[in-house]
């Protein structure tokens, strides 16, 4: 089997400024979400719920909350109408929290739902995904991030769990090209046979077709002229997302 040295490089660093910590939008929306549980009676109201009784699309919800979109107008004019928070304050931050009069709720039959945010985005992690020997670069922060078609990113899979990363080598020739971006769904860490997974064995980091079978797992390049299974332990190993996307030059 080829023993070539990993390719690595940082991964650019470019502070995302729509960022939860810099969002106005999202510290309102969580004040908002917290009345609306003291309204009803509970300690907390979890977003799916929330968007339910607001008659929006929950994805509304988690990306004001992250920090990735705003309050939109008509998203304020539900609010007041709904749990009397003022649109003016909502998006502004100016004048009082409360409405002064609250406009009676329309029947639910009447209401117009709020259509999910067009964009999406996944972060770009830091490390170069190698697919030969997949080293990882400890001290470099990912605050990437890269914007995707809501409607198709939905139907990949976990939205708030995508994640973009880059790969080096040619082990997953023909299929993975060196320098290919990959997309994977970080919320999918279960094995699955066949399928092309980010796999972390102590301190590095694989990107490889698995092979799971009564024998055991294995690592498995697509290059199978050059590179030859690997087993690998179930007990070590973390599955850290499946590949659900490629892109690169051509």
């Known amino acids: 089997m080829k023993n070539d040295t990993a390719l690595t490089e940082v991964m650019s660093i470019q502070k995302w400024k729509h960022g939860e910590d810099h969002s106005p939008f999202s510290q309102r929306m969580k004040q908002v979400r917290e009345t609306a549980a003291q309204l009803k ?16 699309h929950p994805s509304v919800i988690s990306h004001i909350e992250a920090g990735t979109t705003r309050i939109q107008p008509q998203m304020a004019r539900i609010i007041e109408r709904e749990i009397g928070i003022s649109q003016v304050w909502l998006l502004t931050g100016d004048g009082p929290v409360r409405a002064k009069d609250t406009i009676p709720a329309e029947p639910e039959t009447q209401r117009t739902p709020l ?9 770009k992690v830091k490390p170069i995904l190698s697919a030969e020997t997949g080293r990882l670069i400890d001290d470099e922060l990912s605050v990437d991030n890269y914007a995707f078609r809501t409607d198709w ?9 995508m994640r973009l990363a880059q790969i080096s080598g040619d082990s997953m020739f ?5 320098g290919d971006f990959v997309l994977f ?15 972390g064995i102590d301190d590095l980091l694989y990107v490889k077709r698995l092979r799971v079978s009564p024998e055991g797992c294995f690592l498995v390049s697509d290059n199978r ?10 007990d070590t190993a973390r599955f850290l997302g499946l590949v659900i996307w490629h892109c690169g030059e051509l």
């Open 185 to 199: 769904d970080s919320s999918r860490t279960e094995p699955l046979d066949g399928k092309i997974m980010v796999v």
């Open 41 to 56: 009676g509970l300690t907390k109201l979890s977003q799916v719920m929330f968007a339910k009784m607001l008659g929006v």
């Open 153 to 161: 990113l939905s139907r990949k899979g976990c939205l708030t769990h």
């Open 225 to 234: 002229a050059v590179y030859e299974p690997w087993r690998i332990n179930l």
């Open 115 to 123: 259509a999910p945010p067009e964009f999406s985005y996944a972060k």
């Open 174 to 178: 023909p299929t993975l090209l060196d």
